[in-house]
């Protein structure tokens, strides 16, 4: 039997890696993350220890910053189709929207004090906002239209809503970063589901979703990609190359339902991509140019077929799919 060492070289050697490029953000140590591109092609990003918005013109390289409110550190931002860039204050108990054409903010303040980050957020089809506040324990729906904010507390005491997505009936799903949960809100009910992973030593951080409703988490203390099937609810699992090693983080899927993955156990992170057609690894890419240090959330851009992600080693990168 090879050790995990050596399966991993053997991926290395045989899955083909993916060009990527990175831009050094101009502000030192501050904390890139979750770009997200507008109808522009610019790629907007939180500096979470900078405390600031930002975006990157990836045409000439040029970046411009707009100052939020002092002890924000937002975590996460999302851009509506109406190109208004929704960002989370992770550090006070906030969730804003920012003109990009006047740089007016508006805020939207947690209804609980108890609920004081916000971490992460993602659209449904109506245009409304669900989003986790990780240590607070709870999860969160913003009516964008009139910044009504309901709060609804996990049933785990201690579990860390962290990742979310939307599936394609219209259903928010997040991962319970301190317990082996997957969960559902019900959007009619405000209703909370629950659904246990097999190993209690699962701590799934980020969650992903197909075209077929699927579901996929990373299992970052095993290093396992997971895939849970909502109608049976069964789950099946795969060690990520450099298994127990990988700590895998963000992760995304593209427009052909294959997965992609950051190790960020490694240094430099890697990016692997999972093809579930084939239930393999076909790729992997080293971080060369910064080595990333951690990768903490990504986005695949299907009009370009570009991954982005922002980097601990201060940079945003762009990675190119087949």
């Known amino acids: 039997m090879r050790s995990a060492a050596a399966l991993s070289l053997l991926l290395l050697s045989s899955a083909a890696p993916v060009p990527?490029?990175?831009w050094t953000v101009p502000w030192e140590k501050s904390g890139p993350r979750d770009?997200?591109?507008?109808?522009q092609g610019r790629v907007w990003f939180v500096g979470q220890r900078g405390n600031y918005v930002a975006y990157l013109n990836p045409a000439n390289g040029q970046f411009k910053r707009y100052e939020i409110d002092a002890g924000t550190h937002p975590h996460n931002l999302i851009v509506a189709d109406d190109g208004m860039v929704w960002y989370s204050?992770?550090?006070?108990?906030?969730?804003?929207?920012?003109?990009?054409?006047?740089?007016r903010i508006t805020t939207y303040m947690m209804p609980d004090k108890s609920v004081g980050d916000p971490h992460t957020m993602v659209f449904d089809k109506s245009g409304n906002i669900w989003f986790t506040a990780q240590s607070a324990n709870y999860v969160g729906h913003l009516v964008t239209k009139t910044g009504e904010i309901h709060l609804i507390k996990s049933p785990t005491p201690g579990s860390r809503p962290y990742g979310i997505v939307v599936d394609p009936r219209d259903r928010p799903w997040f991962v319970e970063f301190g317990a082996n949960k997957?969960?559902?809100?019900?959007?009619?009910?405000?209703k909370i589901i629950e659904h246990t992973l097999p190993d209690s030593r699962s701590r799934p951080r980020r969650i992903a979703v197909t075209s077929?409703?699927?579901?996929?988490f990373a299992d970052y203390t095993r290093?396992?990609?997971?895939?849970?099937?909502?109608?049976?609810?069964?789950?099946?699992?795969?060690?990520?190359?450099?298994?127990?090693?990988?700590?895998?983080?963000?992760?995304?899927?593209?427009?052909?339902?294959?997965?992609?993955l950051v190790e960020t156990g490694v240094q430099p992170n890697r990016l692997v991509g999972f093809d579930p057609a084939t239930a393999s690894w076909f790729s992997i890419t080293p971080i060369s140019k910064s080595g990333a240090l951690t990768v903490r959330h990504m986005i695949f851009h299907s009009p370009t077929r570009t991954l982005w992600f922002g980097t601990d080693a201060n940079t945003i990168g762009r990675a190119s799919v087949p």
Do not use: H
Request: aromatic share 8%.
């Open 20 to 22: 990527i490029m990175e």
């Open 89 to 103: 204050g992770n550090r006070n108990a906030r969730i804003c929207r920012l003109d990009p054409a006047t740089g």
């Open 182 to 190: 997957i969960a559902m809100i019900d959007p009619a009910t405000m």
């Open 212 to 216: 077929d409703g699927t579901l996929w």
């Open 35 to 39: 770009p997200y591109l507008d109808k």
């Open 223 to 260: 290093g396992m990609l997971g895939r849970f099937d909502p109608a049976t609810r069964a789950v099946k699992e795969w060690p990520l190359p450099s298994a127990a090693m990988s700590l895998p983080y963000a992760m995304a899927p593209d427009d052909r339902n294959r997965i992609w």
